[in-house]
């Protein structure tokens, strides 16, 4: 029977098609272990499995299915370096910080490929990335984001393109240019979940779904989380949880927000459809971003409704196919066999949240976006922590991560305002 997630809406196109999807116990009693890990998505699953590897005892829990979260319903893109461009991140932090933190990405690229390669996971790779400009004074930015790429960050893979090219790539006149980034592709993220989570039990990791943290609490050189139906005693805990930490920790809440995402999937278009027929995936430069890509199996997968209320709207193929309309008219009858959503975590400079929040407690969170290739890395990163070297994952607990304004009762609502005025001038 189709597992219907709890906490998203829709039985996703990665769920129908992930193959086997092993079961985990609930924890039922309590347990003492080197490292407890909170959240059973990409970042605490690959810690579980690096620290495992290593002969950690570790302990993982989920309050629900691995990959309920955004790690198994997000669009499946990589991306080169941070969210923010290298270029930004050079006038923030200088060339040398900036040359690191691409450097580290790039790492993080070559790591979750060679990580799938190591354990036979197959994650569906297709190359190539294009990035579409849907106003015509971003075209100068682009063609500069190009060339920067390759002649101060020692990256070649970046090209530009003009308007003829950008509609033959993408099959749609829609979008005034681009860059074309060869490097790097998609994946099917739901594979890599199930297969991290497999490699980490291999190990011996304790891995357990269905068990819900109800409280965090650090004392005396412990950390001590609670659940219903158990307590796990440790040395360490990871706070993985991105999005969908509620009230769990409140330093965490209040660096990252959840904003909701949806995602539609048509029947296969066939090998003879115009749409994008180079197999790139794509995102575009609005705000509330829109992300498409085909399948290994020619299905259009297509994001781009942000919402950012706490309620998931209702009628998601509707509202994905309008969008897809937009830029494929010919498609306005095509069927949407599956329509899903979920939450990713942000926050405010769209760059990663790592930060100790409390005495042996790391949280780890708010990929903006970007968490299919950052936040396995940043699972890596954590078992290096625990193995004694911190100074990588320092790169990104140094980032400057303001706390959303608000307070606990406005954050949200002022989120919601802010987000759609800049949803609104997506459309001026």
């Known amino acids: 029977m ?13 769920e129908a098609t992930v193959g086997d999807r092993p079961e985990r116990p609930a924890l039922d009693g309590d347990l003492r272990t080197d490292v407890v890990i909170i959240g059973g998505g990409f970042t605490g699953l690959s810690a579980a499995a690096h620290l495992a590897k290593a002969g950690v005892d570790v302990a993982l829990v989920e309050a629900h299915r691995f990959g309920d979260g ?23 932090y200088g060339y040398t910080r900036a040359k690191a ?4 990405a790039e790492e993080a690229k070559a790591h979750l490929f060679d990580f799938a390669a190591a354990n036979a996971i197959e994650i569906d790779f297709m190359p190539g990335q294009m990035s ?3 106003k015509k004074r971003y075209l100068k930015h682009y063609e500069a984001h190009a060339e920067i790429m ?22 749609s006149e829609r979008y005034f240019g681009g860059v074309r980034d060869t490097g790097t592709g998609h994946i099917h993220p739901m594979k890599l979940v199930i297969g991290t989570a497999r490699v980490a039990a291999a190990a011996g990791a304790k891995l357990f779904e269905n068990t819900r943290s109800t409280a965090i609490a650090s004392n005396g050189g412990n950390v001590t989380v609670s659940t219903a139906k158990g307590t796990i005693t440790a040395k360490k805990c990871l706070i993985a949880v991105n999005a969908y930490g509620g009230a769990l920790e409140p330093v965490s809440a209040a660096h990252v927000m959840p904003i909701g995402s949806f995602i539609g999937a048509t029947v296969p278009l066939g090998g ?6 180079g197999g790139e995936s794509v995102d575009d430069s609005r705000f509330v971003v829109r992300y498409f890509r085909r399948s290994k199996d020619g299905r259009l997968l297509f994001g781009g409704r942000e919402v950012y209320a706490v309620d998931d709207p209702k009628d998601i193929p509707q509202q994905i196919r309008r969008q897809i309309i937009e830029l494929y008219p010919a498609l306005k009858d095509v069927e949407i066999t599956h329509a899903w959503g979920g939450y990713v975590g942000i926050t405010m400079p769209r760059k990663p949240f790592v930060r100790e929040v409390m005495p042996n407690v790391i949280s780890a969170g708010g990929y903006s976006g970007h968490g299919v290739m950052l936040s396995n890395f940043v699972g890596k990163l954590y078992a290096e922590t625990i193995a004694g070297n ?15 304004p608000g307070g606990s009762r406005l954050r949200a609502p002022l989120l919601f305002l802010a987000l759609n005025w800049f949803a609104l001038r997506d459309r001026i």
Request: aromatic residues 10%; without cysteine; charged residues 25%.
């Open 272 to 277: 003879d459809s115009p749409i994008l027929p």
């Open 2 to 14: 189709p597992h219907q997630s709890p906490i998203s809406p829709g039985y996703s196109w990665y």
């Open 132 to 134: 579409v400009v849907h």
């Open 70 to 92: 955004a790690s198994g319903r997000n669009g499946g893109q990589l991306g080169t370096g941070q969210r923010a461009w290298a270029e930004e991140l050079e006038a923030e």
């Open 101 to 104: 933190l691409f450097e580290l």
């Open 150 to 171: 390759g002649t101060r960050f020692g990256y070649p893979h970046v090209t530009y393109m003009d308007a003829l090219e950008t509609a033959r790539r993408l099959g």
């Open 390 to 404: 911190r100074d990588r994952l320092k790169l990104l607990e140094d980032l400057k991560i303001p706390a959303f």
